[in-house]
């Protein structure tokens, strides 16, 4: 979903208010019962990791999750910026010019809500074709793009990745690549009863991967 212009997350994300595009992104991963089956290696207790203001990475899914399977080489929570694509770039993360996430929907879309003129287009847009560009689906501008994910060993994995908000300030960091606002996962025990009043352990879990607007925090 990241390549597909359609989204506010990777190519076509929105501009911010100096008509920049800064994205966001966070995986967390936790684990039920095992270490997770495609790689028991990663502890427990590390929770997950967000990265935030990337200016050059194709894919911020991509990257977070390398750098959350690669704890020698990002050790940390939360990495921002040119650090964490340059950590990125040496686990094979593919980077890109800043001009491949623009596109001209999103372009008007910003002039407009500043009360500018929505044309001379930058050069690279007005030398584009965006309808060859535009996959035959639904043709509205939709949102942040997420997932979770259960495997076969009980690991509950979830992912949340945006452009943030249209105009935003430069430097904002939004809800997204921060746990427990933008996303999380988490199991639990709690003590059940029969009607024999034996008492047994039952486990439950969850992984939501919000919007970017604060839903996780408000649940």
Known sequence: MEDNPLFNSGKGSVFNIAGKVFRCTSP?????TLAAASHPEILTSRRGLGVTLLTRTRNPSQLVRALYLSPSAAP??????????SLGESL??????????FTERRWREHRRALGLPEEPLPDHLASADESQLMPALDQLP?????????????????????????NKLVGRVGDTPSMGSGFWAEQWSRSLRDKAFHSKQESRAI????????????L
């Open 142 to 166: 939709t949102g942040t793009v997420g997932a979770v994910a259960l495997d076969t060993r009980g690991c509950i994995a979830v992912l949340t990745s945006t452009g943030g908000r249209t």
């Open 28 to 32: 967390l991963g936790h684990v039920l």
């Open 76 to 85: 940390h929570v939360f990495l921002s910026g040119a650090t964490a694509e």
């Open 92 to 101: 094979g993360v593919l980077l890109v010019d800043p001009s491949y996430f």
């Open 207 to 218: 992984g939501i991967s919000g919007t970017g607007d604060g839903d996780v925090r408000d």
